[in-house]
Structures are given as C-alpha cells and as structure tokens.
C-alpha cells in the first residue's frame, strides 16, 4: 500500500431542514463571528429558498449580507467584486449557498478578504498565503462536491480557466438539506447527478495519489448516485433519495479532492473554455473519448469494481437493457475473472458512443452503456 494523506472538511451535517438551522450550526462552531456574507447566484435567489437560512443567520445574531450576483463559470470580475463587497461589509463569515460556481466564489471571498494577496498570484497548486475567514458550504445542487474540495476555478479570460488548489479551500462545515434541491429541473437533476458520477469513476481509476479511502468512497458514492439519480427525475419531490443525492455528490467530491480527476477533466476545461454549457455536457464529449483509457485499467478487470458499478432496478430493467441509469451488461458465460488481464483493447463502439471493452486474454465482453 502507499503512503497517503487524506484531508476533507472538519464538519458535515446532512440532514432534511438543516438549512433552516443554519444560524445554530454556524453560531456553535463560531461564536465569536458577527457579520456573514452569504454568497448565491441570481436564480436561486429568486427562488425563495434562501429566506430561511437568512433568517436563521439573523435569529443567531449575524449581521447578514446577500452577494447574488454569481454567474456560472465565474470570471476574475464577479470574484474581485464579491471580494470587495465582503471588505465594504467588514465581513468575517463567507456562506456559500449554491451550485459549484458560488461555492467556489465563496471559496475564493474567504482567502481574498482575509489577504493582500492578489488573485492571479494564487492560480496554481498551493500558491495561497496566509490564512481565510470562517467558510460554510450549503449545496443546492448534487453534482461538484465543491463543499468537501480544495478547488475553485476562474474564468481568465474569453477561452481560458485557471484553478485555485490550496489547503485553506476547505470549508470548516458542510450542510446537506435536500429541501434546497426540490426545484431542480429534471434535467438539471440528470446532468449533476452525471458530473458526480464522472468525480467518483475517476477518482477509483486515477493513478495519482490513490488510496484506499478515496476508492471506497468513489465506490460508495457510485452506489448512491446510480441508485438514486433515475427517482430524483421522475419525482424531483422525493426527499429521501434527493438527500442520498447530496450525499453522493459530497462522497465523490472527497473521493476526487484526495485522488484526483484526470483526462475526462482535463478535456472539459478547454470545452467549457470556447462553448457555454454545463460541466455534464462537457463530461459526456470527453467521457467518449476517455472512458476507454479510464476503464480498461480497473473497472471492467475485476469482480469487485464490477459489483460497485450502477445497476438500474428491477422496474427499470423490465424496460429495456438501455434504460437509464447505466447498467453493466455481460455475457453469463463470459464473466470476468477477479485476476486482471494482461492486456486491453477496445472494440467496437456501440451506438451511444461509449466504448465496449474486451479482455484479450479470456474473451469477457462488458459493456457500460447510457442513453
């Protein structure tokens, strides 16, 4: 086994209502803070649903400031302007209350208020100095995991993204409350959900940093989203499996922060640079071009994996092989054995683009497909 470290954030809460406890959580880790700024996009506030984490912070005794002006991908203009906004207000606790982008903007308010440093100083890995202000993470969607990562990335200009990966990124609480997520669309339900299982697949099959916490969260996290991911579209109001969502997402978040996403990432970021669309389209177009890299290492070679890998319900099965969620498809009389093979080769691609693999050696055939 290697040598790891292992870090993630201090404290997690994940309960139904817990956003309308905000106030209680913040105040007992933090008694000493008095003005917060809670950081959100314009579509979620119009929404309604920060009105009771508000009035939560305001029955707790903080002085609270709304910076609503978040856009997805962010660029260095929104996140120096909330940082100015969080110095006019002599804030000294940054809430997220969001998607990946506030959360990473909240992210980035907490370092840039508490420093002199400037923002393009710390683009890179480890480059932030000093220390930031208390940081509370609160998810609206179940995709980045942005409240357990160390990351935040910014748009620097028309085609370009930079990332922030430093140590103090973490948050000191993270609080899951489904009841935030009741509003999504469907298909932003499907898409998130996806980008989360994309963090927990390439966390298990990265080669960077891995360690067994990381792949058994990777692998717990699969097993919640794959579960629950087909409920949550057709019945965006059932709570249980919204909160099993949140809780996926947050697992591979911890499982990625530690072991690192790879070569499905690393061709989204361009793709995001020159077309304006969510991180899941993204990871669909490089997934077909990466899944069978990323595969045919770990996943398709070993019992194990293949037990963790999504299985659609028996309702869901009676439909059809091809129904949504992803479904592990193989030969009864071709299993793959738990040894691993001495050699891959990818054959043909099925017609939804994703890539059948065949195990050279013993002829098992496994397919992940997706519609």
Request: aromatic letters at 6%; glycine letters at 8%; hydrophobic letters at 40%.
């Amino acid at each position: 086994m290697n040598d790891f470290v292992f870090s993630t954030v201090s404290q997690i809460v994940s309960a139904l209502g817990a956003a309308a406890q905000l106030g209680q959580h913040v105040r007992q880790r933090f008694p000493g803070a008095q003005r917060a700024l809670l950081v959100t996009d314009p579509g979620f506030l119009s929404t309604g649903l920060t009105e009771a984490p508000v009035r939560s912070l305001e029955a707790a005794g903080f002085h609270v400031k709304i910076y609503g002006d978040v856009v997805a991908d962010p660029p260095e203009a929104v996140v120096l302007a909330a940082a100015d906004v969080a110095r006019a207000h002599g804030t000294d606790l940054v809430v997220g209350l969001g998607g990946g982008s506030s959360m990473d903007v909240a992210k980035l308010i907490a370092v840039l208020a508490g420093t002199d440093q400037p923002l393009p100083e710390m683009y890179g890995i480890g480059t932030v100095r000093g220390n930031r202000l208390p940081l509370v993470q609160v998810p609206t969607t179940a995709g980045t995991g942005s409240e357990v990562t160390n990351i935040a990335i910014v748009t620097t200009g028309a085609t370009t993204k930079m990332g922030v990966v430093a140590p103090q990124l973490y948050a000191d609480i993270a609080i899951l409350d489904a009841e935030l997520t009741v509003g999504l669309p469907p298909r932003v339900t499907a898409a998130t959900g996806i980008d989360a299982m994309v963090h927990a697949i390439e966390a298990y099959t990265s080669r960077h940093k891995k360690n067994p916490l990381s792949d058994n969260l990777a692998r717990q996290a699969l097993h919640l989203l794959s579960s629950n991911l087909l409920t949550v579209c057709t019945d965006g109001r059932n709570l249980p499996a919204r909160q099993a969502m949140l809780l996926g997402a947050l697992l591979a978040g911890q499982a990625f922060s530690n072991a690192p996403v790879a070569a499905v990432h690393a061709l989204a970021y361009p793709i995001g640079g020159f077309f304006t669309c969510r991180m899941a389209c993204r990871m669909r177009w490089s997934c077909r071009t990466c899944c069978a890299l990323t595969l045919q290492r770990r996943c398709v070679r070993t019992r194990n994996w293949r037990r963790s890998l999504p299985r659609a319900s028996p309702a869901v099965m009676k439909q059809g092989p091809k129904r949504w969620p992803w479904q592990w498809n193989s030969s009864p009389s071709r299993r793959a054995s738990s040894a691993p093979c001495d050699r891959w080769e990818s054959a043909r691609t099925i017609s939804t683009g994703w890539p059948r693999m065949r195990c050279c050696r013993r002829g098992c055939w496994g397919t992940i497909r997706a519609t």
